[in-house]
């Protein structure tokens, strides 16, 4: 254990409007004490999702200002930083050139801020940008907050139900149970198959990739199988990739079937730094039974439901259509816990014995390095800016 942190992570209060999340939260300030970090928080940056002051300082953190953050922190830990939150510009000033800024940037969603944050001078790493490796498990931002936004997809759906989940047994006769179609068996989906079934519905599922078959039955889903050609669904990373409109046509014929016979459908497919594509045409959701319920966990990427309205709620021909944004912001306490606990094991990744050692030569850091030194560094996000890859092979 080192005897005094000699690294300060500091944490700001959130800026993006309606987010509620913290980065960090009071049960990970002592390990990360151990480690050689001190923790500095701005005061009230815990409040919206739960943490008072007061319990960020019975754990060993100091509360400070926002200037005194950005002035003295070694490490400034966010939920959202750079192409996440636009209302960000107004920290632009308080940045030191070589600071290491944490958080989620949508790096590839929003190159273009990105670059307009490199010319802060800090090393910018983001948490998006994890490889998916056994190591980074335990840093993965994005299969965390994809768990909370399955799980809570279901409430929204339950909630604007006019029918109940589960099926019940009574004096007036037998209540059949809600039929739930999730699209998509990522973490998001996958928690939103449990989560359904917990409620007593009966749940089918579809992904294109065949081999979460088996993931989709052992939480006790019925996999829906249509008859198209999946090779090259994911990219090496783990990742969904596009598959070209002729394919999406011919899923979305074979599918509406399924999404005629359903209750409620919750979407989850989305591409890193791409368009969501289209899965259900409007045409599809007419064929839906009376009082429906739509939710398209996609929708911040234009949705998979090409009715989708990014941020609302609406009536479509009898169906209840849902496009939330920044689900995990409305669980916020959850929430924060489990984004603190990824970035303290990133922070701990190059944290040796209260001495930074942020080597390019480790693929966590390699990987999730967008800024340095004033210039986009990341091979993948100049791609997306359409800047040449050997600069940043170079730096």
């Known amino acids: ?11 700001p209060r959130e800026t993006f409007p309606g987010e509620n999340r913290v980065a960090m939260v009071p049960a ?17 940056a815990g409040a919206a999702a739960g943490y008072r002051d007061a319990d960020y300082e019975a754990k060993g953190a100091r509360l400070a ?40 940037a949508d790096p590839l969603g929003e190159p273009a801020g990105v670059r307009e944050f490199a010319s802060t001078g800090t090393t910018l790493m983001a948490l998006e940008l994890l490889p998916r490796i056994t190591r980074a498990q335990s840093m993965d931002v994005l299969s965390s907050m994809a768990s909370i936004a399955g799980y809570k997809a279901v409430l929204l759906a339950a909630d604007a139900l006019p029918r109940i989940m589960p099926m019940m047994m009574t004096a007036a006769g037998t209540i059949t149970p809600a039929r739930v179609f999730v699209i998509g068996a990522g973490v998001a989906g996958l928690q939103a198959i449990a989560s359904a079934k917990r409620m007593g519905a009966v749940v089918h599922a579809y992904d294109v990739r065949p081999a979460v078959k088996e993931q989709i039955m052992s939480l006790g889903g019925k996999f829906v199988e249509l008859p198209v050609e999946t090779t090259g669904a994911e990219d090496k990373g783990g990742y969904a990739k596009e598959l070209g409109e002729e394919f999406y046509r011919k899923q979305r014929e074979l599918m ?20 969501s594509p289209i899965l259900i045409t409007g045409e599809m959701l007419t064929h839906m039974p009376p009082g429906s319920v739509v939710v398209d966990l996609a929708a911040e990427r234009g949705g998979n439901v090409d009715v989708t309205r990014p941020g609302e709620k609406f009536d479509f021909h009898g169906v209840t259509v849902m496009g939330p ?15 603190a606990r990824n970035v303290m094991a990133f922070v701990q990744n190059f944290v040796v014995k209260g001495e930074i ?39």
Not at 1 to 11: E, F, K, Q, R, Y
């Open 28 to 44: 990970v300030v002592q390990p990360l004490a151990k480690s050689g970090v001190a923790v500095w928080i701005e005061r009230g």
């Open 325 to 339: 944004l920044n689900i995990p912001s409305a669980v916020p306490y959850h929430s924060s816990q489990m984004y």
């Open 357 to 395: 050692k942020l080597s390019t030569e480790d693929e966590i850091n390699r990987d999730t390095m967008v800024t340095k030194d004033g210039d986009v560094v990341n091979a993948r996000v100049r791609e997306a800016l359409g800047i040449a890859p050997a600069a940043a092979a170079t730096a």
């Open 256 to 275: 509406a079937k399924q999404v005629a016979e359903s209750d409620v459908v919750i979407t989850t497919a989305a591409i890193p730094g791409k368009k």
């Open 65 to 104: 200002s926002r200037d005194e953050i950005f002035a003295g922190a070694h490490i400034v830990a966010h939920v959202r930083v750079a192409g996440a939150n636009p209302s960000g510009r107004d920290d632009a000033s308080r940045y030191r050139a070589g600071q290491i800024v944490i958080g989620m």
């Open 1 to 11: 254990m080192a005897d005094t942190p000699s690294i300060i992570l500091g944490v």
